[in-house]
């Protein structure tokens, strides 16, 4: 089954209730995202900054979970401590060790939780947590690959022609495709229509697919006849950029677009 999965930060907003009443400090983490490329068999370092805003200690949990599809092993991150207290108006740097096994492949991927807990004595408040995405591709064993399992074309009840693309992810690491759409009137003109999708470049993890859109820009949308589109999909990490084109044929009817091939 194709899971349908954006990689965002997410934070969690916890009330406790009990018999006191107030409201525990303020923080925040950076970086919100951390993406690595690093070779199998070797170790780096780096820290994640908590600041706390208000003028009272927090503590703060450190917890991850792995989401990599059958790790080597299944120590390959580590905390240097698991609780950091914070004092009042500060910043504190928590360190992490990120450590691929030789045999390490593709995509090591994991969430990482920061929880804060309340002082001693407070029952009631608002607990924030924030869980951002860790990403470390085994560099040179990447590989790259995927499947267009569905193409849809928007032609009415709408301001301008859209294209659907869905895309599944079949690499063993993350995919970035973004690209770009033409069309051609199989007329004999020499017009061309261009459309470009995810230009965000959001991200799409192994096994799982997302929707690509693009539409033309302005209210146009194609006329009734045949044509040629060429879609051409496009991935660039830190190392190499890779493009793939398929091309199909689709007629539009009464303003009612047809995929032929």
């Known amino acids: 089954m194709v899971r349908i999965n954006k990689i965002l930060p997410l934070i969690t907003i916890i009330g406790c209730l009990s ?44 917890e991850w979970f792995d989401k990599t599809i059958n790790p080597a092993i299944e120590t ?10 914070v004092p009042p108006n500060s910043t504190v740097d928590i360190k992490y060790t990120i450590s691929l096994p030789e045999d390490a492949q593709g ?15 407070v029952a009631v408040g608002i607990s924030k947590r924030y869980n951002y995405p860790l990403l470390v ?6 590989h790259y690959d995927y499947t267009i399992n569905d193409i849809k074309i928007k032609n009415t009840d709408v301001k301008a022609t859209t294209v659907e693309v869905f895309i599944t992810n079949n690499s063993n690491t993350f995919f970035r495709p973004g690209g770009q759409i033409k069309i051609h009137p199989e007329d004999g003109s020499e017009t061309e229509y261009h459309i470009e999708f995810n230009t965000e470049r959001e991200l799409i993890l192994p096994q799982e697919g997302s929707l690509c859109i693009g539409s033309f820009i302005g209210d146009m949308v194609l006329p009734d006849g045949l044509y040629k589109a060429v879609i ?10 890779k493009i793939w084109k398929k091309t199909m044929t689709f007629s539009v009817e009464n303003g009612v677009p047809n995929i032929i091939e």
Not at 41 to 50: D, F, M, N, V
Not at 108 to 121: H, I, K, L, T
Not at 137 to 142: D, E, K, L, M, S
């Open 137 to 142: 591709v085994a560099q040179g064993t990447q």
């Open 232 to 241: 051409l999909i496009v991935n660039t990490d830190e190392y190499d950029e």
């Open 107 to 121: 995509l090591y991927y994991a969430r990482v939780r920061f929880s804060e807990n309340p002082p001693e004595g």
């Open 19 to 62: 018999v006191a009443s107030s409201v525990w400090a303020k923080f925040s983490v950076e970086p919100v995202r951390v993406e690595i490329f690093q070779q199998a068999g070797t170790t780096q370092t780096g820290a994640y900054s908590i600041k706390n805003f208000d003028d009272t200690p927090i503590r703060i949990e450190l």
């Open 76 to 85: 390959w991150f580590e905390f240097e401590n698991n609780v950091v207290d």
